[in-house]
């Protein structure tokens, strides 16, 4: 089993470019999820999908993140402009329709950090 | 009161010493309980679930108290290795989507 899988590991930007990040979940999971996680504010939720439909997008902190899930195997979070608080660690997550006490499998996560 | 709470520690803690903290939750009706541990520059990993009649694996206990909205953890001869970040989670649903983190608790073995 190879786990979830995030690319790129690291990430350095300047303001105002365009980052996306990516998301292999483990293959027959059908919840996927976008975490971000600081120190001061440590995992949040940013948005879930079930079914490749996205479900719950009420963490996305604003305009600037989207996220697709165009198949069962592929997802990605984009933000546009890139801001320098954006920078943090981006995990993608997933697990599966198991009913209650499904855990999380977690990517290596995404390091962003935004100039 | 937020919904999922923890001690930020550190927690300092000699080696083979036994350390526990808890975790509070807001959400009576939550249905599920996990510890979480987190690695440096890591992603957080399945621990153990909690079960309401209490549960051990190997030095590791978990304790649910639902009547008072909490879960412990309670680590027995601490290993340089256990050294850490323990992050409670609350499921307040049935499902995979109504997890909730708390912060972590950081926790130091010291030789």
């Known amino acids: 089993d190879a786990g979830v899988i995030q690319s790129p590991r690291h990430e350095v930007t300047e303001m105002g470019q365009e980052v996306t990040l990516r998301c292999k979940p483990i293959s027959g999971h059908d919840y996927l999820f976008w975490y971000r996680q600081t120190m001061m504010r440590g995992l949040e939720l940013l948005i879930y999908f079930n079914n490749n439909v996205p479900i719950d997008d009420s963490g996305m902190p604003e305009d600037r993140f989207s996220a697709k899930m165009p198949n069962a195997s592929f997802s990605t979070l984009k933000i546009q402009p890139s801001e320098p608080r954006d920078s943090a660690v981006y995990f993608c997550?997933?697990?599966?329709?198991?009913?209650?006490?499904?855990?999380?499998?977690f990517g290596n996560g995404t390091r962003l950090t935004v100039t | 009161r937020k919904e999922v709470e923890q001690d930020p520690g550190p927690f300092n803690v000699p080696e083979g010493a036994t350390v526990a903290f808890n975790c509070t939750y807001s959400n009576s009706a939550s249905q599920s309980f996990f510890w979480y541990r987190q690695d440096c520059r890591k992603e957080p990993k399945l621990l153990m679930s909690v079960y309401s009649s209490g549960n051990e694996d190997g030095r590791f206990t978990a304790q649910l108290n639902r009547a008072s909205q909490y879960i412990s953890l309670l680590i027995r001869d601490s290993k340089l290795s256990d050294s850490a970040t323990y992050l409670c989670?609350?499921?307040?649903?049935?499902?995979?989507?109504?997890?909730?983190f708390g912060k972590g608790t950081h926790l130091i073995i010291q030789p």
């Open positions: 989670v609350v499921n307040k649903g049935g499902g995979a989507d109504g997890l909730t």
């Open positions: 997550a997933s697990t599966w329709t198991g009913g209650k006490g499904s855990p999380l499998h």
